[in-house]
């Protein structure tokens, strides 16, 4: 920590009642040689800070060195035995820019009143009484000084109940600001108050208060400018289906915002549409609706599809079905068909697979088994376009399309997904290599296929949350919820966030959203953790403290409102 800088605030602590007495120079001077400045650092420090204007703040290393230079700032402005309402309230602010709990400063400050006021003043020499000499006191000053020393008693007797009380007037006081700044969405303020009111209850919960602070801090998240660059999906999941009025006040006026604006915009604004398209809402399925209508067949169009056939939208088959097939698009068009179409779709996909530019060709494999798996009619025909697909050169290795071969029965597929499942079960590699990807591609498809092997691999590559396969495993598990064994799933993603491991990019919110899903009330004190960390971004890996906060808030919301009475 800057010498200087320390030296500069206890300079201005000085400063703070407008004159600087010898005491408080001495007191300066000591602090000066503890640091390893001399008398010419001290004068320069006043002379700097004379203007009254609040220097800046040294950064302590942590907490105690934080405490210490409080302390050291306190002993300069009771040196002169006289602690004004002026020097309390620039010690406060101190207190607060350098992040001390209010119960420290109250408790430095109130030991400190104590010292300075209680201290006996030194008499005068000549009121000294004469060793046996009988003083000359009339009753009238009697009476006084028995009054002043009856006052002092109350006083005394006043701060002891002070003592006694202090914790629960506090405790109630600070409830009480947590409670007012929840309710006007203030989120951030809200979480720090809460954290305070934990550190004097000992950590003693209240679920009401938590859930309050979950909701204010999704709320503020949804009202910010820009804060749908931050939002995450699983946070915006909890929101669109949130039985709290306040919540869904928030992502009403969000989107709302969104759609007053005429214009699609980043993806982000996609997302919040179709979160709150599968919450039943027909806005913003209207919304989406007209924009995929106009957009064409680039980028745009395609999360506008896939967001609308999330939602079984039938707008995203029509799309699917009518648009121009393009490079940007055919990926999405095929998917919307696998999902959503029939036996009439059989000749846009022979289109798709006519296709000579490319492997673009075989996005036709995976609807045309999946169709044939609801329409038998169109199995044969089906099973030989693929098979053709398979003779050729650029297919060999493709997971997709062995799959699809493996669906329509064609011998040897499924075989060949399984081999690349079985190379890795038990194997670092799928925690070191970068075709991890591949691999899990390959576990969810063969779970698709009947053999519980694959998820099984997805399991044992989430226990490793800092490698490549974790968030890659992650997603494939809960794309597919019904597959996602949460009893399986949830003990390896506890244990993770519980040590603070460094999660691959992207994953906490996966892993925070997972434990929403299917953890919970057990699970609240380590949210809560996460909820409340104001700590380095590492222990985030690359996501910002906020974004964490917010998929931990989601995750309290979520539990509370599934497991509520």
Not at 68 to 90: G, I, P
Request: charged share 30%.
């Amino acid at each position: 920590m800057d010498a200087e800088k320390q030296l500069r605030i206890l300079a201005a602590a000085a400063h703070a009642d407008g004159k600087v007495v010898p005491e408080e120079r001495g007191v300066l001077a000591e602090s000066a040689a503890r640091l390893g400045l001399d008398e010419s650092h001290v004068e320069a420090a006043l002379a700097a800070t004379a203007d009254g204007a609040a220097p800046e703040l040294p950064k302590p290393d942590d907490a105690e060195a934080a405490e210490t230079l409080f302390r050291d700032l306190v002993a300069v402005v009771v040196a002169d035995d006289d602690l004004d309402s002026a020097e309390r309230r620039f010690a406060r602010r101190v207190g607060r820019g350098l992040r001390l709990d209010k119960k420290v400063v109250d408790r430095i400050l109130i030991a400190a009143a104590a010292r300075s006021g209680g201290a006996a003043k030194r008499p005068a020499t000549g009121d000294v009484v004469r060793r046996g000499a009988r003083p000359s006191v009339s009753p009238g000053r009697q009476r006084l000084a028995y009054g002043c020393v009856g006052c002092a008693g109350l006083f005394v007797l006043t701060v002891g109940l002070l003592f006694v009380f202090n914790e629960q007037v506090l405790s109630a006081l600070t409830a009480s600001a947590v409670r007012s700044r929840a309710a006007a969405g203030d989120g951030d303020s809200a979480r720090i108050e809460y954290g305070r009111l934990l550190s004097m209850n000992g950590g003693v919960d209240d679920v009401a208060l938590l859930d309050a602070v979950a909701r204010a801090i999704i709320i503020e998240g949804l009202r910010r400018d820009h804060a749908y660059r931050e939002v995450t999906g699983d946070v915006l999941e909890v929101a669109s289906s949130s039985r709290d009025p306040e919540v869904r006040a928030a992502i009403d006026a969000r989107f709302a915002a969104i759609t007053a604006t005429g214009a699609v915009g980043p993806a982000p604004n996609v997302s919040l549409a179709g979160a709150l398209a599968r919450a039943g809402d027909e806005k913003a399925r209207t919304w989406l609706r007209k924009r995929l209508a106009s957009a064409g067949s680039g980028a745009g169009a395609v999360d506008l599809a896939l967001e609308l056939e999330d939602a079984s939208d039938p707008a995203a088959l029509a799309w699917a079905r009518e648009v121009a097939i393009h490079e940007d698009s055919v990926a999405a068009i095929a998917l919307v068909l696998g999902e959503m179409g029939d036996a009439s779709d059989l000749p846009r996909l022979r289109a798709i697979a006519a296709d000579e530019r490319g492997t673009d060709r075989f996005y036709a494999a995976r609807p045309l088994a999946e169709i044939a798996g609801r329409d038998p009619s169109i199995r044969e025909e089906a099973a030989v376009l693929v098979a053709e697909f398979l003779d050729d050169p650029q297919a060999e290795g493709s997971i997709t399309l062995d799959t699809a071969a493996a669906l329509l029965g064609i011998e040897g597929a499924e075989a060949r997904v399984r081999r690349v499942v079985e190379e890795r079960r038990g194997s670092v590699t799928m925690r070191q290599d970068g075709n991890h990807a591949r691999t899990c591609q390959a576990a969810m498809e063969l779970e698709r296929l009947g053999d519980p092997a694959g998820v099984e691999l997805l399991l044992e590559a989430i226990e490793h949350p800092a490698s490549g396969g974790f968030f890659v495993s992650l997603s494939y598990l809960l794309y597919e919820p019904d597959r996602a064994r949460p009893a399986e799933l949830l003990p390896p993603l506890r244990a993770a966030l519980a040590s603070r491991s460094t999660f691959s990019d992207g994953a906490r919110p996966a892993v925070l959203g997972a434990i929403g899903q299917f953890g919970d009330r057990t699970d609240l004190p380590e949210l809560r953790r996460v909820l409340l960390a104001g700590g380095p971004r590492s222990d985030f890996s690359n996501e910002s403290p906020d974004v964490a906060r917010r998929s931990a808030a989601a995750a309290i919301v979520a539990i509370l409102e599934r497991t509520g009475d």
